[in-house]
């Protein structure tokens, strides 16, 4: 086999640009203008990126092409990095991103962009950012990074095998989007002139414990805010302890954050402890997707009561779930609907887990591709 060469990021890619000084808008006018808060796992979240007012005459200096890597500067998000993989016309990028356009022909950007993923490259990033209290990264930093250059149809055949991992990973997490909003708009079809049932009717609302104060470090994740909104990370805590059975998360559970940060959530993880400022609820007679749905579309108004509380961390108490009414379908509307949203919710939970499982898979397989320890056959990948 061809041997591999060692290359920087400056090497394979034209000269770097930093993006563009300009105001993010609303209204659908002027260049799309991706910011670094739209960089998600690699690549582009096309659906929160604004249109900004940035002039004719600059968009071609800080126009995008697919190809393109673009990796943020400044704050907690430096060295997070994402592939264009599609062309998009007048789309711009902003000031605290930084564009690299990878060399035709001898460099594939699927490949320098899993680079940018690597464990590598995040050391590379730490190395920079570490002690500082704002940290940054410049360009000529981000061209330092050196990393395994195979020949061009190797980088293609490895881009092409974590790409596939990621477009299942992609797809799953579209019908993960879309089922939640079926079940809305099905259940919306049934309620006019439905009558209310009060929120604590829906189920039973079982509080979490304290289990964090001297936690062991080993077993099951402790669940906090934290966990649900963004999954495990550096200051999640671990508890090896017994609780029962309803203060425990399971995969499938519906969980509602009643402190701080409200909101409702499917739990899909690996078993986990409650913590408090969390009820796991538990559904007593309406099915589990009516349920979250009816708690999804009331939530706003438990945030509008916990944000006029003058208190550090605003919440609701229970007299709130017993005095607050939501609309539920008829019995013979709800038996109808189950026999479709039924097995939908039970789907929305088999992608949710197998992405946990992709997501491990691509993890585990990435450093071991991009380092040459495993290879691909060249035309293996399609």
Same mark, same amino acid.
């Given at each position: 086999?061809? @041997? %591999?060469?060692?290359?920087?990021?400056?090497?394979?890619?034209?000269?770097?640009?930093?993006? &563009?000084?300009?105001?993010?808008?609303?209204?659908?006018?002027? /260049?799309?203008?991706?910011?670094?808060?739209?960089?998600?796992?690699?690549?582009?979240?096309?659906?929160?990126?604004?249109?900004?007012?940035? =002039?004719?005459?600059?968009?071609?200096?800080?126009?995008?092409?697919?190809?393109?890597?673009?990796?943020?500067?400044?704050?907690?998000?430096?060295?997070?990095? &994402? +592939?264009?993989?599609? !062309?998009?016309?007048?789309?711009?990028?902003?000031? #605290?991103?930084?564009?690299?356009?990878?060399?035709?022909?001898?460099?594939?950007?699927?490949?320098?962009?899993?680079?940018?993923?690597? *464990?590598?490259?995040?050391?590379?990033?730490?190395? #920079?950012? $570490?002690?500082?209290?704002?940290? !940054?990264?410049?360009?000529?930093?981000?061209?330092?990074?050196?990393?395994?250059?195979? *020949?061009?149809?190797?980088?293609?055949?490895?881009?092409? !095998?974590?790409?596939?991992?990621?477009?299942?990973?992609?797809?799953?997490?579209?019908?993960?989007?879309?089922?939640?909003?079926?079940?809305?708009?099905?259940?919306?079809?049934?309620? @006019?002139?439905?009558?209310? &049932?009060?929120?604590?009717?829906?189920?039973?609302?079982?509080? =979490?414990?304290?289990?964090?104060?001297?936690?062991?470090?080993?077993?099951?994740?402790?669940?906090?805010?934290?966990?649900?909104?963004?999954?495990?990370?550096? $200051?999640?805590?671990?508890?090896?302890?017994?609780? *029962?059975?309803?203060? !425990?998360?399971?995969?499938?559970?519906?969980?509602?954050? %009643?402190?701080?940060?409200?909101?409702?959530?499917? %739990?899909?993880?690996?078993?986990?402890?409650?913590?408090?400022?969390?009820?796991?609820?538990?559904?007593?007679?309406?099915?589990?997707?009516?349920?979250?749905?009816?708690?999804?579309?009331?939530?706003?108004?438990?945030?509008?009561?916990?944000?006029?509380?003058?208190?550090?961390?605003?919440?609701?108490?229970?007299?709130?779930?017993?005095?607050?009414?939501? *609309?539920? /379908?008829?019995?013979?509307?709800?038996?109808?609907?189950?026999?479709?949203?039924?097995?939908? %919710?039970?789907?929305?939970?088999? +992608?949710?887990? @197998?992405?946990?499982?992709?997501?491990?898979?691509?993890?585990?397989?990435?450093?071991?591709?991009?380092?040459?320890?495993?290879?691909?056959?060249?035309?293996?990948?399609?």
């Amino acid at each position: 086999m061809v @041997e %591999w060469t060692t290359v920087t990021l400056a090497q394979v890619c034209e000269k770097p640009q930093y993006g &563009a000084i300009a105001k993010g808008t609303t209204k659908a006018e002027g /260049p799309l203008f991706v910011r670094q808060t739209d960089i998600t796992s690699g690549f582009i979240d096309w659906n929160s990126v604004p249109h900004c007012d940035l =002039g004719a005459s600059e968009i071609g200096r800080y126009s995008l092409k697919r190809g393109d890597l673009l990796i943020s500067r400044l704050g907690n998000g430096v060295g997070n990095a &994402a +592939a264009v993989t599609e !062309t998009r016309e007048d789309a711009v990028f902003a000031g #605290y991103l930084v564009r690299f356009r990878p060399k035709a022909r001898t460099v594939s950007s699927g490949y320098v962009g899993y680079q940018l993923r690597s *464990p590598a490259w995040r050391q590379h990033v730490s190395s #920079y950012r $570490s002690g500082a209290a704002q940290p !940054t990264l410049n360009a000529q930093q981000m061209g330092d990074f050196e990393f395994l250059l195979p *020949p061009i149809a190797e980088q293609e055949a490895i881009a092409a !095998t974590l790409g596939a991992l990621d477009d299942k990973i992609e797809s799953n997490r579209r019908l993960i989007d879309l089922i939640p909003q079926l079940i809305r708009a099905q259940v919306d079809s049934e309620i @006019e002139g439905a009558a209310e &049932a009060s929120v604590s009717s829906l189920a039973s609302f079982v509080n =979490g414990g304290a289990y964090t104060k001297g936690a062991s470090g080993k077993g099951r994740m402790v669940l906090r805010i934290a966990e649900l909104n963004s999954g495990p990370g550096g $200051s999640t805590v671990y508890n090896d302890i017994e609780v *029962p059975g309803d203060r !425990t998360a399971r995969a499938g559970d519906i969980l509602m954050s %009643w402190s701080g940060s409200l909101g409702v959530y499917r %739990w899909f993880r690996d078993d986990a402890i409650i913590n408090q400022h969390i009820f796991k609820v538990i559904s007593t007679g309406y099915p589990a997707w009516l349920v979250y749905d009816r708690l999804d579309a009331v939530m706003p108004v438990f945030q509008g009561i916990a944000k006029d509380k003058a208190t550090t961390m605003g919440h609701i108490q229970r007299g709130h779930l017993d005095s607050t009414a939501v *609309p539920v /379908p008829s019995e013979d509307s709800i038996r109808n609907l189950d026999q479709v949203l039924g097995p939908l %919710w039970d789907r929305l939970l088999l +992608a949710e887990r @197998e992405n946990l499982a992709l997501e491990r898979a691509r993890d585990a397989l990435l450093p071991e591709l991009l380092s040459g320890r495993i290879r691909v056959p060249v035309g293996a990948a399609t």
